[in-house]
């Protein structure tokens, strides 16, 4: 199944969180938080969105950080994606 987004969302794949903190304490599964940078997997075609126009500043690959309470979590076929919308992006890493 492939997720197409609509309009100005962005789907999002999030980046694994770290099993050790930086000196090194092994953090249980519960514990872990999940980190707020993803990558990239489609892109919506912006245009007009709430009677403005939005041109879509992500692609497909890009590695990004997003607000820590945004968009919606969705499972399909065992992996979990988000979808978001463009301005609750961040900023792209490079």
Known sequence: MKL???GDR?????????ETTKSGI?????NKE??????????GPGGMVD?????MQVKVGDQVIFSK??????????EEFI???Q???LAVVE
């Not at 962005?10 to 770290?18: F, G, S």
């Not at 999940?34 to 892109?43: D, R």
């Not at 009677?51 to 041109?55: A, N, P, R, S, T």
């Open 10 to 18: 962005v789907v999002l794949k999030q980046l694994e969180a770290e």
């Open 51 to 55: 009677g403005k126009e939005v041109k």
């Open 69 to 78: 309470y945004s968009g919606n979590e969705v499972k399909i076929d065992d």
């Open 34 to 43: 999940k980190p707020q940078q993803a990558e990239v997997i489609a892109v």
């Open 87 to 89: 301005n609750d992006i």
């Open 83 to 85: 979808i978001v919308r």
């Open 26 to 30: 092994v953090l249980p599964g519960q």
């Open 4 to 6: 197409v987004p609509l």
